[in-house]
């Protein structure tokens, strides 16, 4: 059971970048799943979440600017994210939470990518 996320980079203030999730180990299509950041000195927080039918929430300091999708044919997700902020720079994990697994309950997480927004 695995989330492995990539993508992340250093990018220019008003750049983009796409960051996948790929999953592996479970019923992809059936959850919700998410993108989380921790900024250094920071708690995590939600950046943005895809319901297993496809329905999108988002934090509002990236509302309008980063773009959660899903393919579940690829068990992937992706965050897209346009007009980069220095503000952005965090570490950015995936993370699959109520996943029932042999009856039991996990919130999974990937590893984390790092994404750096300076000039």
């Known amino acids: 059971v695995q989330l492995q996320a990539s993508g992340g980079g250093l990018e220019q203030p008003g750049g983009s970048l796409r960051l996948s999730c790929t999953a592996s180990?479970?019923?992809?299509?059936?959850?919700?799943i998410a993108w989380f950041r921790q900024a250094p000195g920071k708690e995590r927080e939600m950046v943005a979440l895809?319901?297993?039918?496809?329905?999108?929430i988002y934090a509002s300091s990236v509302t309008g600017r980063f773009t959660i999708a899903r393919d579940n044919a690829e068990n992937t997700m992706y965050l897209q994210m346009n007009s980069l902020k220095p503000e952005d720079t965090a570490v950015y994990y995936c993370?699959?939470?109520?996943?029932?697994?042999?009856?039991?309950?996990?919130?999974?997480w990937g590893q984390g990518t790092e994404v750096t927004v300076s000039s």
């Open positions: 895809i319901s297993s039918r496809g329905n999108t």
């Open positions: 993370n699959a939470p109520g996943v029932v697994l042999r009856g039991s309950v996990y919130n999974l």
């Open positions: 180990g479970f019923s992809f299509d059936d959850y919700s």
